[in-house]
C-alpha cells in the first residue's frame, strides 16, 4: 500500500538509524551500495562546529524507515550525495519533500550552486531533478561500480531552497 508522504516525517539521520538505512540502500542499490564505513564517515561530518553535511531520514509513524538523503557543502557547492525512498513510497512525494529539505540544508551552508550524480539509466530521478532546476553539465564515464554504468552530472544555481510545494516526484532512487 502506498502512504501519503504527509505520514512520513523527516527529521536528522543519527547513529542508530546506519542499520536500517543500509537495509534499503541494499535493497535500492545492490551492486553499489554504501558501505557502513561511508556512512559513519558521512555523519561524523555532520555534527560539531565545522559540520558540512546533512543527512535526513523519512520514518513512518510506526517507525519504518522509507527514505533517506544527504548533502555535503563545500566552499559554497553543494553536493546531494544520495537520497533514496523505498519502493512502497516512490511517486507519493517523498523523494521531492527530500529534495526540498537538502536544497534548504544548501541554503543554511550558504551554497550558491548544488551538484549531483545520477545513473544516466535513471530516467526517474533525471525527472525530478529537472523538475528542481537542476541542469545536465556532464557524465563521469563509468562512475557506477561493478558495472561501469556512467553518471550524469547535474547542476542547479541555488540562492534559495525550493518552495516545499514543489513539483511531486514519480518515485526516484538517486545515488552520488
Keep these: 500500500m502506498t502512504r501519503h508522504p504527509a505520514e512520513v516525517t523527516l527529521r536528522e539521520m543519527r547513529w542508530w538509524d546506519i542499520e536500517p538505512v543500509l537495509a534499503l540502500e541494499h535493497e535500492l542499490f545492490p551492486d553499489d551500495a554504501w558501505s557502513p564505513g561511508m556512512f559513519w564517515s558521512e555523519l561524523a561530518h555532520a555534527r560539531g562546529p565545522h559540520a558540512n553535511r546533512r543527512y535526513l531520514v523519512a520514518v513512518t509513524a510506526t517507525g519504518r524507515l522509507v527514505g533517506y538523503g544527504g548533502l555535503a557543502a563545500v566552499d559554497g557547492t553543494g553536493d546531494v550525495q544520495t537520497i533514496a525512498t523505498a519502493p512502497d513510497h516512490q511517486g507519493t512525494g517523498l523523494g521531492s519533500r527530500l529534495l526540498t529539505a537538502l536544497l534548504a540544508a544548501a541554503s543554511a551552508f550558504a551554497c550558491t ?19 528542481f532546476g537542476f541542469e545536465p553539465v556532464g557524465f563521469r564515464r563509468a562512475y557506477y561500480q561493478p558495472g561501469n ?23 526516484t532512487t538517486a545515488h552520488g
Design 113 to 131: 550552486e548544488v551538484l549531483l550524480e545520477v545513473r544516466v539509466d535513471n530516467d526517474r530521478a533525471q525527472r525530478l531533478y529537472a523538475r
Design 149 to 171: 554504468v556512467d553518471a550524469l552530472v547535474m547542476r542547479r544555481p541555488h540562492t534559495e531552497a525550493p518552495d516545499a510545494a514543489a513539483p511531486t516526484d514519480q518515485g
